[in-house]
């Protein structure tokens, strides 16, 4: 009786039968044609290998734009984005944070200042979220702490227990002492980020680093194209729109599971969520 021949062993004499395509360049032995997309396409077998591997679909990109201190921005943050992040695989959703929103910036003899909508304190906090992100570099570290300060009572916790006006040998900021310590919750960083070094967050709110990340933020809310009307403002992919925004706002996990190309986790689905208060309108 003829030995048998496996089936595996079969499908590979197919693939490389005269006149099934194989490109005459293909250095790749017949069992790693299906290996990778890059193999596959140097084979050009790409049709003949079922399972091929999907390349990787680039992640929803989307952008908040918001205030500290602004009930809707916290909102946002703390209900829907946040949430939507942690149900998400990393590789589908990129976020970026601009603390910065409605607020002005003035050269005051030559030197920048800041009015913030909600007042200084809110200058304060936006600083001091911009100079944690510097900090902690990592995304996940830096959004972890910051939903644990907008979730909180105070973003910037107890300022004056920290540095009691008046207080002469304290930095301003519109005209609200900047702490000599990090104001930033020690609940906060001892659960979240235990690494990052609150001292270093002070030097940079005290100092020029702060000021320089504030420019930066104002520096690009100003660019955004439409200008923003109000906060939170949503860009995804770039992009806003009265219905991009909306959708947003209404089921965020709903929108990048739509938009996203690549393959789609179980999470992805219709979602209901609450309403949202006005935003802080300039």
């Known amino acids: 009786m003829a030995p048998t021949v ?16 194989v490109a005459p360049g293909c250095d790749y032995p017949a069992h790693r044609w299906c290996s990778s997309p890059d193999v596959a396409a140097a084979c050009q ?7 091929l591997p999907s390349p990787a679909a680039a992640p929803v990109e989307l952008s908040l734009y918001y205030e500290s201190l602004c009930l809707a921005c916290r909102e946002f943050l703390v209900l829907k984005l946040f949430p939507t992040w942690l149900l998400l695989p990393e590789e589908m959703l990129n976020i970026t944070l601009v603390p910065y929103g409605n607020a002005q910036e003035r050269n005051v003899s ?14 304060l906090g ?9 900090e902690a570099k990592n995304f996940s570290t830096y959004f972890a702490v910051i939903f644990c300060l907008e979730s909180g009572s105070s973003v910037t916790k107890n ?23 990090a104001p930033l919750s020690p609940q906060c960083l001892q659960i979240y ?16 680093t702060g000021v320089a ?4 933020n104002a520096q690009v809310t100003e660019a955004l194209d439409p200008p923003h009307q109000y906060v939170p403002w949503i860009t995804v992919n770039g992009k806003h729109t009265d219905e991009l925004q909306a959708q947003a706002e209404t089921s965020l996990l709903g ?3 739509h938009l996203y190309q690549g393959e789609k986790p179980e999470i992805c689905g219709s979602s209901k969520a609450p309403k949202f208060s006005s935003g802080c309108r300039r």
Not at 6 to 12: D, F, G, I, K, Q
Not at 161 to 167: G, H, L, W
Not at 193 to 208: M, N, W
């Open 159 to 181: 300022l004056e227990a920290v540095c009691p006006p008046p207080c002469p040998s304290c930095p301003t900021l519109g005209g609200l002492p900047v702490p000599l310590s």
């Open 213 to 216: 990340l504030m420019h930066h």
């Open 45 to 51: 077998v790409q049709s003949r290998c079922p399972r």
């Open 193 to 208: 980020a235990p690494e990052v070094d609150s001292g270093r967050i002070a030097a940079c709110v005290q100092g020029d």
């Open 126 to 134: 936006n600083m001091m979220e911009a100079c944690l992100m510097h």
């Open 6 to 21: 496996p089936l595996a062993v079969l499908a590979l004499v197919a693939l490389a039968a005269p006149g099934l395509g």
């Open 255 to 257: 929108l990048v599971c």
């Open 110 to 123: 030559g030197k920048l200042d800041f009015q913030c909508q909600h007042g200084p304190e809110e200058c």
